[in-house]
């Protein structure tokens, strides 16, 4: 009986020199719980440093609600303490996510964010009262030019182009309103006045940033200088001496929704307001929609994250920029709009006061996402009316830092939490066809 000999199996080839052998390459992220750390050690130091004693008293209700809820009230050192403590708790789980090479989730910031407001109002409001329904009202009020600028920024970032002259929007927009509006004795006139300003504002910087190829953060910070000086001139030489008829806009009156309005808390801060603010709840979700869901949010993310791919399918890139930036223009100019005929009431010089940069700061804080964008939109507004709520209860807090807050809020969200993000991969950059 003869054995069939067998062939042993050719081992495997070796790789050959300079293979590139790809690894799985782990990185922890501290930045987040560096920043809830700093943020932790900021309020222990207030409490420790400046301790108050006391009944800190929140009002839930509207006095002029059919439906009331009782005020409460909690023992200030305590509550303070035990808050921190939570806080403490919260950002040790965030340094062990990091050590463990896990990413924190998002809700563990925003319930750190709420307690940490929760504890600084509970210092602040030490033998005082906090109307939390006022407080949240003026928050979004004072969020509503941000977060149309927001969405503007977003628009033109995801096509593209770096809309710096945000600030220039607003202030335009707003001169525009006010003076239609009063010409005309309505405010839906002044409205449609403001989003034109808005384009000629943004139809200058798409052409020179896309026509002509100037630098798009140039052109911006050129525009905003322009505005500021061109609406200066224009109500000192116009509206100045004709404000009865050229400055006194009529206003929007606010509207309540029956039903809605009645809720407890939230109910006269979202749904007793005006038709300007209706409208940015119906933006907002437009621009959400429409930017992942619909064909012109994939052209308009296909053109600003790879232009000459969407060249090669048929996208005119710069037509597609170019309409883009003016409609952003537009949306940016009913922020402005906000100033004259909702919030102030006439056209002032400079009134916008440099919130166009807030907006910016919101849409990179925002991931370049409308819903994240409006979000921080109404974080900078929370800030801004919590200024103006210290003050009334005088802390002791120095006014000059309460006047610091909205901006130190915004610098330490972009550097802390919006760091390591990327943006558009074409934004700022002209699209040449070759």
């Known amino acids: 009986m003869t054995s069939t000999p067998t062939t042993p199996a050719p081992a495997a080839a070796p790789a050959p020199a300079g293979t590139v052998q790809l690894a799985t390459v782990k990185v922890r992220h501290f930045k987040m719980p560096i920043t809830l750390a700093i943020a932790t050690v900021l309020l222990g130091l207030l409490f420790l440093l400046v301790p108050r004693d006391g009944i800190s008293t929140f009002r839930l209700g509207d006095p002029a609600a059919s439906i009331g809820l009782p005020n409460v009230s909690v023992p200030t050192a305590v509550t303070s303490w035990i808050v921190f403590a939570l806080l403490v708790l919260l950002t040790v789980w965030a340094f062990w996510d990091a050590y463990s090479y896990r990413r924190t989730g998002m809700w563990l910031s925003i319930v750190f964010g709420v307690l940490a407001v929760f504890a600084f109002l509970v210092w602040a409001a030490a033998g005082g009262l906090v109307p939390v329904t006022g407080l949240l009202f003026g928050a979004v009020s004072l969020s509503v030019p941000l977060i149309f600028g927001a969405l503007g920024g977003v628009i033109g970032e995801r096509v593209g182009v770096v809309n710096v002259a945000i600030e220039g929007q607003f202030l335009f927009g707003a001169f525009s309103a006010a003076l239609l509006a009063s010409i005309t004795h309505n405010p839906f006139v002044g409205l449609v006045g403001a989003m034109a300003g808005g384009v000629l504002v943004a139809f200058v910087l798409a052409a020179f940033s896309i026509k002509y190829l100037v630098d798009q953060v140039i052109v911006g910070v050129v525009l905003n200088v322009l505005v500021t000086g061109l609406t200066g001139f224009l109500y000192g030489a116009l509206l100045v001496p004709n404000e009865a008829e050229l400055n006194r806009p009529v206003r929007f009156t606010r509207w309540e929704i029956p039903v809605l309005g009645e809720i407890p808390i939230i109910g006269p801060v979202l749904f007793n307001q005006t038709f300007i603010v209706y409208l940015m709840y119906a933006t907002v979700a437009a621009v959400a929609w429409g930017l992942y869901r619909t064909r012109w ?63 910016l700061a919101a849409v990179i804080f925002g991931r370049w996402d409308p819903i994240r964008a409006t979000l921080a939109a109404l974080l900078f507004g929370f800030a801004t009316n919590l200024q103006n709520l210290l003050t009334v209860l005088r802390t002791p807090i120095p006014s000059e830092f309460m006047l610091m807050l909205p901006y130190l809020v915004t ?3 972009v550097a802390g939490f919006a760091g390591q993000i990327r943006g558009p991969a074409a934004a700022g950059k002209p699209y040449i066809k070759g």
């Open 411 to 413: 610098i330490i969200a």
């Open 297 to 359: 949010g994939l052209r308009l993310r296909a053109v600003g994250e790879h232009p000459q791919a969407a060249d090669t399918v048929g996208i005119k890139v710069n037509s597609s920029r170019f309409w883009n930036v003016s409609l952003a223009g537009a949306i940016a100019g009913i922020g402005g709009a906000y100033f004259t005929l909702v919030s102030v009431g006439q056209f002032t010089k400079e009134m916008t006061a440099g919130l166009g940069f807030i907006a």
